[in-house]
């Protein structure tokens, strides 16, 4: 079979190339991969900027089906449709965190397409606690957005007290700050969005799937902005997607006094800030890094119930051939949520 691998350290060296076909072995679970969501950790991985440990396959986040159970598989059987919580893949199980069900924190963490073999192929092969069914009325498209919704759904469900009428900033229109609009909207929020000139597409999208306002953050003012939706009072939340410096600060300033702060963008870099506006303005500061297991049970009850119209983000259905399409259309903000289908013999 086929597949996107990082075959080593640096910026680029990705290829698409033939791999074996992974074995099943007796506590494990063998799924054809259906779609395969672009994420930014993958951009990252591919110019060498978040973590990784080549030779690896790439990819994260989708939905298939599964071809072949081990000997103590109980939970699912051939023929079931699924989706899979690829961040626990590699922990320990045994940690503080991991028995708490957090295991993004456990300290041998490796995470598919990360520090193991991904989704971008056929085939993958993972762990029964990390397999969910999904219902017959949920497509395999939006099913591979269940990773980027449960980021969100810790960030705003779980972490955050964000409620009917709270006024939300959403700093980045990518797909996380978008799926963050869906949400925020489901829940009767006033939601701005702010971006710069490189998101118009992207903050055209956020409008038509609910935004109360869209703010280019380059050519228009938006901290006077957020004073005239707010009538001079600031947002009652703020949440950074962006993963920017200068987004971080237009955040701080936005927020009115006993504001909440929510950072759930990878900035990978420092950030200059006045840290006395958190003091001075009495800010509630959360940091939101992944989901836990709760955070996925929660998720699979928004997926199944449709809460969210997944559909209306994804915007590209690319064959995992074309890769390179796929990467640039997310590089040049032209997409909103660009899955992958795997599409060689």
């Known amino acids: 079979m086929k597949a996107l691998v990082k075959v080593k350290p640096g910026p680029g060296h990705l290829e698409w190339m033939d791999v074996p076909e992974p074995e099943c072995p007796e506590d494990s679970i063998k799924i054809e991969v259906k779609y395969a ?9 591919a110019h060498d900027t978040f973590i990784n440990s080549p030779p690896v396959i790439l990819g994260h986040e989708f939905s298939g089906v599964v071809t072949e159970v081990g000997s103590k598989i109980t939970k699912v059987k051939p023929g079931d449709r699924v989706v899979v919580l690829p961040s626990n893949a590699g922990t320990c199980r045994t940690c503080e965190y991991c028995k708490l069900g957090f295991y993004w924190f456990c300290s041998e963490r490796k995470g598919m397409g990360i520090g193991m073999d991904g989704c971008f192929t056929r085939y993958a092969v993972v762990l029964e606690d990390m397999v969910y069914k999904i219902p017959d009325h949920v497509s395999f498209e939006e099913a591979a957005l269940a990773e980027p919704l449960s980021v969100l759904v810790q960030a705003i469900e779980e972490l955050t007290p964000i409620g009917v ?7 980045g229109p990518g797909p996380i700050g978008l799926i963050a609009t869906l949400l925020l909207k489901s829940k009767g929020c006033k939601v701005i969005v702010a971006g710069t000139s490189s998101d118009a597409f992207r903050l055209e999208l956020a409008e038509k799937i609910g935004a ?5 953050a380059l050519t228009q003012d938006l ?3 957020v004073r005239l939706e707010t009538s001079g009072r600031g947002v009652d939340v703020a949440i950074e997607c962006a993963g920017a410096p200068a987004s971080v600060v237009s955040c701080l300033k936005a927020l009115r006094r006993m ?8 900035i990978g870099k420092e950030v200059t800030l006045e840290f006395d506006t958190i003091l001075f303005k009495g800010l509630q500061v959360y940091g939101s890094g992944g989901h836990s297991l709760s955070t996925w049970e929660k998720t699979m009850k928004i997926i199944e119930q449709r809460q969210v ?16 399409e796929g990467f640039e259309i997310c590089e040049e903000k032209q997409g909103g949520k660009v899955i992958l289908f795997y599409d060689a013999q």
């Open 212 to 216: 109360d306002r869209t703010i280019d």
């Open 223 to 225: 901290e006077q902005l």
């Open 37 to 45: 969501g672009i994420c930014g950790t993958d951009l990252h991985i």
């Open 309 to 324: 119209d997944l559909n209306s983000l994804i915007t590209h259905r690319i064959p995992l051939s074309q890769w390179k």
């Open 259 to 266: 504001g909440k702060y929510v950072q759930v963008g990878i």
């Open 165 to 171: 009428g709270d006024t939300v900033l959403v700093s």
